[in-house]
T-cell receptor, first 115, second 115 residues
């Protein structure tokens, strides 16, 4: 297994368009996380899944954002009607339970630019 | 709410020297974990070191060690014998000890290493 992979790595879109990001976690990991990172800031938690269940969502996740993890494998993060403020790096991470080291394994991120 | 503060936006060190990155946090919980993550340019974030709050002994991983001061809510990272490959953004992160792996990150410290 090569780690957490994210696709696409870069996305440029016009304001008002919809975008979708995909994350493939490490295969034996049942927890999957989405974070958002803007320039000069640390990652901010968006949501996480245990298997296919979405257990927690941040207030940052407005109604335009939706995340899914069908069958508890890969996950998608969709942003509808994008706004310039959505421009950021979207990071996916995975971990295993029961919690051992508590370490999250991150992907390289999907960078979104909204024009 | 828990918060993590990194007051040094940038630090620099000469190769082979030692540098210390600062982190403070605020929490009312007694059971929690603290982490330092490294984010090299255009690469994924990786775990450097972790500390359980219930352990008095400071964690050490090769050239990396922490100074955990629970009463002062301080968690600094010391990098000894700095190498060019240590150049990166370093993020301090907090997780409470209950049923979540959600990490709360600081704003990061950019470390430059000069030959």
């Amino acid at each position: 297994d090569t780690g957490v992979s994210q696709d696409p790595r870069h996305k440029i879109t016009k304001r008002g368009q919809n975008v979708t990001f995909r994350c493939d976690p490490i295969s034996e990991h049942n927890r999957l996380y989405w974070y958002r990172q803007t320039l000069g800031q640390g990652p901010e938690f968006l949501t996480y899944f245990q298997n296919e269940a979405q257990l927690e969502k941040s207030r940052l996740l407005s109604d335009r954002f939706s995340a899914e993890r069908p069958k508890g494998s890969f996950s998608t993060l969709e942003i509808q009607r994008t706004e310039q403020g959505d421009s950021a790096m979207y990071l996916c991470a995975s971990s295993s339970t029961p919690r051992g080291t508590g370490e999250l394994f991150f992907g390289e991120g999907s960078r979104l630019t909204v024009l | 709410a828990q918060t993590v503060t990194q007051s040094q936006p940038e630090m620099s060190v000469q190769e082979a020297e030692t540098v210390t990155l600062s982190c403070t946090y605020d929490t009312s919980e007694s059971d929690y974990y603290l982490f330092w993550y490294k984010q090299p340019p255009s690469r994924q974030m990786i775990l450097v070191i972790r500390q359980e709050a219930y352990k008095q002994q400071n964690a050490t991983e090769n050239r990396f060690s922490v100074n955990f001061q629970k009463a002062a809510k301080s968690f600094s990272l010391k990098i000894s014998d700095s190498q060019l490959g240590d150049a990166a953004m370093y993020f301090c992160a907090y997780r409470n000890g209950y049923n979540t792996d959600k990490l709360i990150f600081g704003t990061g410290t950019r470390l430059q290493v000069f030959p």
